[in-house]
């Protein structure tokens, strides 16, 4: 029998001790052993819950006990979760958690703890909620050089997207219903700027190009400035804006990576991902492009992924998975300016003038004093260049 202890009864801890409970015999038969919640760690207290007498209030409880092997760590954040993760391995504990902003920021240190003490930290629902991506590059796509990574990696902001273009929901109404569905953050402004898909590409990155990207250093920009009017000119040219996180390997043995909304023609599958669904891309050198897609977000399809690392933890007491990514250096990371790309553009000028600033443009459409238009390819630091100071309403790059 494994015992395993739960740290963090929110949405996605419940829904670990809830599918252990719904499918507990083809959760054991695949650990080849009993899986058993021994105990629930949470400040709060949950007196009417059927688990009631498996909480505890004490991690000293959980760590003293010789009897549970693995922790699963869903408090999230880096403050008691990153205390509590490494004293688990320092006590003999594997580690399976679905905390983003802590194997974003820390995994690579973690990662070297639990090599030095023959243990497993797993993190396969850090990124993409159910879908299995991160044993996917690490393992299935290893014979690749992978060159780009990119991808929905929000489901919150997928969702927002959608209901607003789709059901005219309003960014208010859309964004209560995420919280409601359990898909944001407990504070929603890390989906919202893009900082939860800046920490998955980050992951994403970390593992492909085998360096760590500290998270502080990608250019984020989130959903909170796309307009009606962006997503309307979307439309036009039958796209969609999508927030994305995008990671290349350059030549130079350097990475880039950023989030920022692109418009997404139709041709590019990922337009139609639509809701909680997040989609990535995976490009490699023999492999070519390699896609999954499924629900990034949401109690049980995230409860589905660290349940099978908690499998994997099980069979694997005495053999470590080979997961693992080096310190990475100050110059590894390289600016996202010089990319090409092609670019949608409003402006608050006229056909003339934009032809004469940008050379060749494709106009989508034209207000009183303001043209939408598309140009390129060029990359983001010609641009600023050519407009000299000059201001844009708006401005995506154009993911083809
Ligand atoms: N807030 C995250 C999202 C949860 O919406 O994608 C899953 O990581």
Redesign the pocket.
Known sequence: MVNIAVLGYGVVGSGVVELIKTNYEKISSSAAQEVKVKYILDVRSFPDSPYAELFVDSFEVIENDPQVQIVVETIGGTGAAYEYTKRSILAGKSVVT?N?ELVAVHGQEILELARQKNLNYLFEASVG?GIPILRPISQCLSANEIYEIYGI?????NYILSQMLLNGSSFEKALEN?KAKG???ADPT??IKGI?TCR?ICILADLAFGSHINPDRVPTYGIENITEEDMAYAKVMGAKIKLVGRALRREEDSVVAYVAPHILPESNLLSNVEDVF?CIVVRGNAIGDAMFYGK??GKLP?ASAVVADVIDAAKHFNARKYIYWEKGSEDYLSDPLLMESRWFIRAEMGEEEAEKIFGSIQVIGEKPGAIAFTVGPVSEKVLIEKLNGRRLISCYRILD
């Open positions: 679905s983003k909620g990696l929000n489901g919150t902001t995420a898909y944001a953050e890390a989906d939860d998955k997040n990034g977000a995230t």
